[in-house]
């Protein structure tokens, strides 16, 4: 279904689902000794769509949906993508700040995984259903935040920085920002008013880390819908081109360089060898090529 301006989710459907679907790419990081993240594998058990379910159980192979990957290249690129953004927070913490933010925080665990010193904050905004089940799910195993997290059940269309300050974020102060996996599901215009939103919140010497995707059309090349129908065979009538929005949009290295940031960058090919992992353009993670990870701080 294709998005509406007034659209809302859980972690079940539209948007919510590639959260999910993100958390699932986790779980086998995580088996492979890639990353920490023992919280994905319940939390994906707990949303329960059969198709991640099942391959999590082994029931379904990577390779049924996309011949040209596997379950341990899956890994390596969720690993690569899950260091970029644990970089940013355990970056900021030693440098001494004490404000984290996690926009659309979906199935993210960060709060209840990372080392953060005494006296850290972590914010997590998202939809209230996806919040609340969150919260829920994760008291239920008894997981406990190594944290002070403070859950925002906010939707980023409306004030969101009137919620974090009620909530006690101090502009005043530093802060680390992630906004993992977002950008694409945003209108051209609110990617810029989340960063200018972001720009206001931030006190100089915060951070912020993000991707940057150029150019979006990848979501609906050849490939795509061969592996849209592929999983059409197994239950799961997501369309990632119905989720996100086309149209020329912002160069984000450029907007943030513009607004007083020190942007860095680092490409797809980059970022794997970075990590002791080979890159491979013949592979589904090629589609992802000109892809960049971008870490920025305000001077």
């Known amino acids: 279904m294709a998005r509406t301006d007034d659209d809302s989710w859980d972690l079940a459907s539209s ?36 198709l991640f379910v099942r391959l999590l159980d082994g029931d379904i192979e990577l390779a049924d949906i996309d011949p040209r990957i596997d379950m341990r290249r899956a890994a390596e690129g969720m690993a690569v993508r899950t260091r970029h953004f644990d970089n940013l927070f355990t970056g900021a913490a030693e440098a001494g700040i004490r ?26 905004l ?24 403070r859950a925002i059940a906010v939707d980023l269309r409306d004030d969101w920085p009137k919620a974090l300050r009620d909530n006690g974020f101090d502009p005043s102060q530093p802060a680390a920002w992630i906004a993992e996996g977002l950008l ?28 940057h995707i150029p150019d979006v059309s990848m979501f609906t090349d050849e490939r795509s819908e061969q592996i849209r129908d592929r999983l059409k065979k197994y239950g799961h009538d997501i369309e990632m081109s119905e989720l996100i929005y086309h149209g020329e949009r912002n160069d984000v290295v450029e907007y943030l360089t513009g607004h007083g940031w020190d942007v ?24 992802f090529a000109d892809m960049s990870y971008l870490t920025a701080v305000k001077r």
């Not at 259903?129 to 002070?148: H, M, N, Q, R, Y």
């Open 15 to 50: 948007v919510g689902s590639t959260a999910t679907m993100v958390a699932a790419q986790r779980v086998l990081s995580h088996r492979e000794n890639l990353i920490d993240d023992p919280h994905a594998e319940p939390l994906v058990r707990a949303v329960g769509l059969d």
């Open 99 to 124: 404000q984290a933010v996690i926009l659309a925080a979906g199935l993210d665990a960060r709060a209840y995984r990372l080392p953060w010193p005494h006296g850290t904050t972590v914010f997590e």
């Open 126 to 149: 998202d939809q209230p259903e996806v919040i609340a089940f969150k919260s829920d799910t994760l008291a239920k195993l008894g997981a406990e935040p190594k944290a002070d997290r």
């Open 184 to 211: 694409i599901y945003l209108p051209p215009e609110a990617q810029d008013l989340l960063f200018d939103r972001i720009d206001e919140l931030s006190a100089p010497g915060s951070r912020v880390a993000t991707e």
């Open 264 to 287: 860095t960058t680092q490409k797809m090919a980059d970022a794997y060898a970075a990590n002791g992992f080979e890159f491979s353009e013949d592979e589904t993670i090629g589609f």
